[in-house]
């Protein structure tokens, strides 16, 4: 069973998974529409994401559902 702390961490982690999943979006979404440089904190994240994918930080774990 999940404790009430285990809950609001993995509650955390999907937020700022969301956070991140949205900013990319909006780049890829400006980016094949072509007319809009993408905002600095877009290349941020994307430079965070680059950086983790190469340092081999970036992990997939699968969901364990209840």
């Known amino acids: 069973m999940t404790t009430e702390a285990e809950m609001k961490e ?3 982690l999907l937020m700022e998974l969301n956070k991140k ?3 990319m979006n909006r780049l ?3 980016s ?3 007319c809009e440089e993408p905002l600095p904190d877009e290349v ?3 430079k965070e994401y680059d950086n983790a994918k190469k340092n081999k930080k970036l992990q997939l774990v699968p969901w ?3």
């Open 10 to 12: 993995i509650r955390g």
């Open 21 to 23: 999943v949205e900013g």
């Open 64 to 66: 364990k559902g209840s």
């Open 32 to 34: 094949l529409i072509g």
């Open 44 to 46: 941020e994240v994307t």
């Open 28 to 30: 890829l979404e400006r």
